[in-house]
């Protein structure tokens, strides 16, 4: 009945998330408001950390790509469910570090890292830095140099792996501006240079083909690819990769249309390939990475409204406006994401209706969705969307001076605020 299996109906009729009645979370913290069920969150790190256990000997280390959602108490989840985290900003590594996270099981990405940000996480002792270019590898060297450190990385790999997704979230193939292409050489080219550098201590390598990604040819394909690259190196430059990153995009499921596989059949069908690969090729095992992002928390958040003014434009839609929109929810304006919407204070009725759910920025693009089944709207219903635990609260801007929402975890049935509803003061904070 709903697209996450923590979602659920009281007596009251009203939706649940993690047994909190959410609108009653409504009523206590007002809208729009993200909430998240960390039981859930915490479920999702132990299904992928089994998996490795389960089908690669415990062999490596699931990281959770923050970007997906980044806060000060999320970090603090990821410690103390031994996760490693990805970051890809001074900002989430200085989070991190602020909440006590162990930034020595934090890989740091982007594609163009500023020098400060790579002082910090020299600074802070960054486990892992992926090198994503030449410029990147330099700079890099040369502060280590300056500190007679000797720096762990990975190189970020193109494989040439097309993902079936949208094309803005595909990031395998040649045509992309994240890291070295396999194809042209400039990988193993890559690879030389980072070995001849003093400071530098190459780990191994790492490859990220895209998101929402729903099905395993993508993954075991990369797989193939970067262990044949792997004998490649280790033929031609006598080097062991020790290190394979193999990225996040493991897909959820958004609407009922979308179909995801359970999590640990990636592994499954990842380390099929890698131990089949080790069995007949003269190749160490690599100690494994996955960085599941969305995964992770996207199913275990909703976010709330209030409906406002309800608009029906005979023959052609009803627009139905609720106080939020493409500041706190922008992926439907980016990718034309489907959503799942419900009204939470009716969640026991049948959905009746196909709206438009419009939101309030000055924008006619600003959508949380079109034609989405839904009961009966009316003014001042509590309008739930579902699985926007990823990519929403980390995407929000303050476009139209709106203030970012409140962020609440549901735990044993209790709610927590982990993050404040920004005011009007917030607003202006910076402004002279
Ligand atoms: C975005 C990203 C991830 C996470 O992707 P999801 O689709 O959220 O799982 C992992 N690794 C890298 C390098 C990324 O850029």
Excluded: W
Excluded at 279 to 288: A, G, Q
Excluded at 335 to 364: R, W
Aim: with cysteine; charged share 25%.
């Amino acid at each position: 009945m709903f697209v996450s299996d923590n979602l659920c109906v009281n007596a009251n009729g009203n939706l649940t998330i993690g047994g909190v009645d959410t609108v009653d979370l409504a009523k206590k913290y007002g809208t729009p408001l993200y909430v998240m069920d960390e039981d859930m969150i915490r479920r999702e790190c132990s299904v992928f950390q089994n998996s490795i256990d389960k089908y690669y000997d415990g062999h490596g280390l699931v990281c959770y790509a923050s970007k997906a959602f980044s806060c000060k108490e999320i970090y603090r989840i990821m410690q103390s469910e031994n996760m490693g985290i990805d970051v890809v900003s001074a900002g989430e590594l200085y989070t991190a570090v602020q909440a006590g996270f162990d930034v020595s099981k934090a890989c740091f990405h982007g594609n163009n890292k500023t020098l400060e940000e790579l002082k910090m996480a020299l600074d802070y002792h960054v486990g892992r830095i992926v090198v994503d270019n030449i410029y990147e590898m330099e700079t890099l060297n040369r502060l280590a140099g300056e500190r007679n450190e000797i720096i762990s990385v990975l190189l970020r790999i193109k494989p040439g792996v097309d993902a079936h997704t949208h094309n803005f979230i595909r990031t395998g193939q040649i045509d992309s501006k994240f890291g070295f292409a396999l194809e042209t050489g400039e990988a193993f080219e890559a690879v030389k240079k980072a070995l001849s550098c003093p400071n530098m201590e190459l780990k191994g390598l790492h490859c990220h083909i895209g998101s929402q990604i729903l099905d395993t040819q993508g993954f075991t394909a990369a797989a193939e690819v970067m262990m044949e690259f792997i004998e490649m190196l280790k033929i031609k430059l006598g080097y062991e990769t020790l290190d394979l990153n193999l990225g996040g995009g493991y897909g959820i499921r958004y609407t009922q249309e979308d179909d995801p596989l359970p999590y640990d059949a990636y592994m499954k069908a990842i380390a099929e390939v890698i131990n089949g690969f080790c069995e007949t090729h003269d190749v160490r095992r690599p100690f494994i990475l996955i960085e599941p992002g969305r995964s992770i928390v996207a199913p275990a958040g909703i976010t709330l409204y209030t409906v406002g003014g309800i608009k029906e434009i005979p023959n052609i839609r009803t627009y139905v406006s609720v106080d939020g929109g493409m500041c706190d929810n922008p992926r439907y304006i980016l990718y034309q994401s489907a959503y799942d919407a419900l009204i939470a204070n009716k969640a026991d009725q049948p959905k009746t209706e196909k709206v438009t759910i419009a939101g309030k920025c000055c924008e006619s693009g600003d959508l949380i969705g079109e034609n989405m089944p839904i009961q009966h709207c009316e003014v001042g219903d509590i309008i739930a969307v579902c699985a926007t635990g990823a990519y929403n609260y980390s995407m929000a801007s303050n476009y139209n001076r709106l203030q970012k929402p409140a962020v609440v975890f549901v735990k044993d049935g209790k709610d927590r605020i982990v993050v404040k509803r920004e005011t009007l003061d917030d607003i202006v904070r910076y402004d002279i």
